[in-house]
T-cell receptor
C-alpha cells in the first residue's frame, strides 16, 4: 500500500466550475497535510496546509481533512485555465525522529481547466 | 527575495560517472531538504539538514549518494558512481524553521529541480 494515494487524472473541468481533488494516506500518525501545485517543469508550490479535522479556506481554495477516514481533499472554486497543473498531496512522515518537513508525496493529480 | 536555486538544471552522464548537484537555499533558512522523483513515481524524501548537520538521512537510497552542507549554506548531492536507476529529478527545498506544526513563517520552498539522466 502506498503511503499517499491520488487519482492521477487527468481531471477535466470547465472554467468556472469547482474542481475536487482527493487524497488518502496510510499512516494514522501523520499530523500535517499539504497541497502543492506544480506546473510542468517548475517547482512545487505550496497551496494549502491543514492540520486539524474539518475545512480550511483560503480564497478560492478549500482544504478538507478527515483523520478518521485518512482522507484529504482540495476544492478549487471558480476554476480558471491558469489552475491547470498537477496537484500534489503531501503528508508528514510520522516518526519521533522525523522533522515536520520529511514528507510523503502522492503521484499527483493532473487538472485541466477548459475555457 | 531569491528563491531556492539548483544547479545544473539538467545533467546527462553515462553509467559509472560522477555527478554533483548543488542547492542554494533561501538566505537564512537553516533547514534544507533533498527530495527525488524518478520517472513514474512520487516525490521521495532523501534527507534533511539543519544548518551543517544531517538531521535525517533515512531516505538516502544507498552509499553511492553523499550529501554535504559545509558551513550550513549551500548543499551538494554527489552520486558516485551513477547507475541507470538514479535518473530522475532531484529537488531541493528549504525552510526557516522546522516546527511540527508548521506556521506561515515556516513554508517549505522548493527549487525547480535538477534533472539527472544516466545513460
Amino acid at each position: 500500500q502506498k503511503e499517499v494515494e491520488q487519482n492521477s487524472g487527468p481531471l477535466s473541468v470547465p472554467e468556472g466550475a469547482i474542481a475536487s481533488l482527493n487524497c488518502t494516506y496510510s499512516d494514522r500518525g501523520s499530523q500535517s497535510f499539504f497541497w502543492y501545485r506544480q506546473y510542468s517543469g517548475k517547482s512545487p508550490e505550496l497551496i494549502m496546509s491543514i492540520y486539524s479535522n474539518g475545512d480550511k479556506e483560503d480564497g478560492r481554495f478549500t482544504a478538507q481533512l478527515n483523520k478518521a477516514s485518512q482522507y484529504v481533499s482540495l476544492l478549487i472554486r471558480d476554476s480558471q485555465p491558469s489552475d491547470s497543473a498537477t496537484y500534489l498531496c503531501a503528508v508528514n512522515i510520522a516518526s519521533p525522529m522525523k522533522s515536520g518537513y520529511a514528507l510523503n508525496f502522492g503521484k499527483g493529480t493532473s487538472l485541466l481547466v477548459t475555457p | 527575495e531569491a528563491g531556492v536555486t539548483q544547479f545544473p538544471s539538467h545533467s546527462v552522464i553515462e553509467k559509472g560517472q560522477t555527478v554533483t548537484l548543488r542547492c542554494d537555499p533561501i538566505s537564512g533558512h537553516d533547514n534544507l531538504y533533498w527530495y527525488r522523483r524518478v520517472m513514474g513515481k512520487e516525490i521521495k524524501f532523501l534527507l534533511h539538514f539543519v544548518k551543517e548537520s544531517k538531521q535525517d538521512e533515512s531516505g538516502m537510497p544507498n552509499n553511492r549518494f553523499l550529501a554535504e552542507r559545509t558551513g550550513g549554506t549551500y548543499s551538494t548531492l554527489k552520486v558516485q558512481p551513477a547507475e541507470l536507476e538514479d535518473s530522475g529529478v532531484y529537488f531541493c527545498a528549504s525552510s526557516q524553521g522546522d516546527n511540527k506544526r508548521i506556521s506561515g513563517a515556516n513554508v517549505l520552498t522548493f527549487g525547480a529541480g535538477s534533472r539527472l539522466t544516466v545513460l
